[in-house]
C-alpha cells in the first residue's frame, strides 16, 4: 500500500522568509501524482500545487514550489516570501494514476508564520 | 460557482441515533469520496463512488453506508453512531482519475456522546 510521510509535525517561519516543508512517500507505480493542500483554520481544503511523476520539471505556482525527487521518493513544498496568510496545515498527498484513485494523505505540518 | 457542498456543517448526536450527512457538487464530477480527519492521522478515506451505482470502500468503513442514485449526490449515513466516529468529514469530488484536482467540502463537525 502507498504511505506518504511527513516528519515536521509544526514548523514556523518567520514573515518574509523561506521554508520547505518535507514529504516521502512509498509506492511501486510509475504513473502516479503527488498534491500539496493546504488547510487553513476555515478547515476548507485548498489545492497549493500537484506534481505529475513523469514531468521531470518541477510544478511552481506563484511563491510556491516542489523539490520533486523522483529516484528517492521525496516532494518537499518551498514557500517563499512567507506572509501571515500562509499560516495553516499543509498535506501531502498522493493518487495512483489508474484504477480506484483515492488521495493518500500524510499527517501534516502546521506551519507558523512570525510577523 | 463550482463547488462541492455539505450539509449540516456541525453535528452532535448520541450513540445510537441514525444521521446522514449530505454531499452534492455541481461539476458533473464521476468520483466522489468520503474521508474523515481525525488529529495526527491526517485524512483517511472511508467509502468512494466512481459514478451512479458503483460505490466501494476505502481505508476506514466500517460503521457507515453510502449511496449515490444520483451523479451530483453522495450521502454518507451512519446507522448506529459511536463516540469513535466522532470527527470532521470531509466529501470530495474530481473528474474520474489522474490529475484531477479533488474539490472539497467545507467539512462536517461531528460530535457523537
Known amino acids: 500500500a502507498q504511505t506518504v510521510t511527513q516528519s515536521q509535525p509544526e514548523m514556523s517561519v518567520q514573515e518574509a522568509e523561506t521554508v520547505t516543508l518535507s514529504c516521502t512517500y512509498d509506492t511501486s507505480e510509475s504513473d502516479y501524482y503527488l498534491f500539496w493542500y493546504k488547510q487553513p483554520p476555515s478547515r476548507q481544503m485548498i489545492l497549493v500545487i500537484r506534481q505529475e511523476a513523469y514531468k521531470q520539471q518541477n510544478a511552481t505556482e506563484n511563491r510556491f514550489s516542489v523539490n520533486f525527487q523522483k529516484a528517492a521518493k521525496s516532494f518537499s513544498l518551498k514557500i517563499s516570501d512567507s506572509q501571515l496568510g500562509d499560516a495553516a496545515m499543509y498535506f501531502c498527498?498522493?493518487?495512483?494514476?489508474?484504477?480506484?484513485?483515492?488521495?493518500?494523505f500524510g499527517k501534516g505540518t502546521r506551519l507558523s508564520v512570525i510577523a | 460557482e463550482a463547488q462541492v457542498t455539505q450539509n449540516p456543517r456541525y453535528l452532535i448526536t448520541v450513540t445510537g441515533k441514525k444521521l446522514t450527512v449530505t454531499c452534492s457538487q455541481n461539476?458533473?464530477?464521476?468520483?466522489m469520496s468520503w474521508y474523515r480527519q481525525d488529529p495526527g492521522l491526517g485524512l483517511r478515506q472511508i467509502y468512494y463512488?466512481?459514478?451512479?451505482?458503483?460505490?466501494d470502500k476505502g481505508d476506514v468503513p466500517e460503521g457507515y453506508k453510502v449511496s449515490r442514485k444520483e451523479k451530483r449526490n453522495f450521502p454518507l449515513i451512519l446507522e448506529s453512531p459511536s463516540p469513535n466516529q466522532t470527527s470532521l468529514y470531509f466529501c470530495a469530488s474530481s473528474f474520474h482519475q489522474g490529475p484531477y484536482e479533488q474539490y472539497f467540502g467545507p467539512g462536517t463537525r461531528l460530535t457523537v456522546t
Open positions: 463512488s466512481m459514478n451512479v451505482e458503483v460505490t
Open positions: 461539476m458533473n464530477h464521476e468520483y
Open positions: 498527498a498522493y493518487r495512483r494514476g489508474s484504477g480506484n484513485t483515492p488521495l493518500v
